[in-house]
């Protein structure tokens, strides 16, 4: 049974940072793409971060520069690192693990910016 955990989220002013942590149980973690997704009320999910098992990385553009995604291989854990945060970072933000022969989900953590 594969577990996400996500943690980390909470309520912060504009300007202020987070970090999320995501903790997968089991053995996929190693030779699973990572990625943080969220959505907003309303909205559909989107792509916030991916990492690849060898470490490279992708972001959405509205993020970049702001957001940095890890991942502690022998912690089995990602992070994202958040920061100058602003509105419209508000979200429920969901880690996923997924190769070509599986995919997982969290049950996501609530980030709330606002004054």
């Known amino acids: 049974q594969v577990q996400l955990v996500e943690s980390g989220g909470g309520l912060v002013q504009p300007g202020g940072s987070l970090r999320l942590s995501c903790a997968a149980s089991?053995?996929?973690?190693?030779?699973?793409?990572m990625g943080w997704y969220r959505q907003a009320p309303g909205k559909e999910r989107e792509l916030v971060a991916t990492?690849?098992?060898?470490?490279?990385?992708n972001y959405a553009d509205s993020v970049k520069g702001r957001f940095t995604i890890s991942r502690d291989n022998a912690k089995n854990t990602m992070y994202l690192q958040m920061s100058s945060l602003k509105p419209e970072d508000t979200a429920v933000y969901y880690c996923?693990?997924?190769?070509?022969?599986?995919?997982?989900w969290g049950q996501g953590t609530q980030v709330t910016v606002s004054s």
């Open positions: 996923k693990a997924e190769s070509i022969f599986f995919s997982y």
């Open positions: 089991g053995s996929i973690f190693r030779v699973s793409v």
């Open positions: 990492i690849a098992s060898g470490g490279s990385t």
